[in-house]
């Protein structure tokens, strides 16, 4: 298994029905519960563990998906506010060492609890031709509504992933 990848790459070139995204909305909306119930009782050495060699750590890792999950959900607004907007990517990787990714993890618990709250709200009330507007990435190209839900369902799985397969690695 490759450990920055425990669930693969995102890939999905099926049709982008009600049913596929229905399934990705729930996962959407499941993921800040099975998040918390993944780092329930971890200590702070635990969260200040890496999920693999030079990887992050677990408190990193439910910081950005916050910092991440933020970004999407203006994203997904912009594009349904604005023709085809450019988005402007960040540079994750440097967000991770800021001073708010040492916090508590609560603090992005909360909040990722409330956002998805927003988000699948504002995801359940999307019409057909909502789900076909889209938004420039300046690196990955045009994107869909559609196609980014699909993208960050997977992105909360992919995070969580790195947490639960570590915790079953080291028998926490």
Request: charged share 25%; glycine share 8%; proline share 4%.
């Amino acid at each position: 298994m490759d450990e920055r990848y425990p669930i693969g790459k995102f890939d999905f070139n099926g049709g982008i029905t009600d049913e596929v995204t229905s399934d990705w909305i729930k996962e959407i909306e499941e993921l800040p519960g099975l998040l918390r119930e993944a780092v329930k009782g971890l200590n702070k050495e635990q969260l200040d563990t890496p999920y693999r060699s030079g990887g992050w750590t677990v408190r990193q890792v439910v910081h950005h998906l916050a910092d991440s999950h933020m970004n999407a959900y203006i994203r997904f607004k912009l594009a349904l506010t604005e023709e085809n907007p450019v988005i402007k990517p960040y540079e994750e990787g440097m967000w991770a060492e800021l001073s708010d990714s040492k916090l508590s993890i609560d603090v992005s618990l909360e909040l990722l609890e409330a956002l998805h709250k927003r988000l699948v709200n504002l995801l359940l009330h999307l019409s057909p031709a909502d789900m076909k507007k889209t938004f420039i990435h300046p690196v990955s190209g045009e994107i869909s509504i559609g196609r980014n839900i699909g993208m960050y369902a997977w992105h909360g799985s992919h995070h969580l992933a790195h947490i639960t397969f570590l915790i079953c690695r080291k028998g926490w």
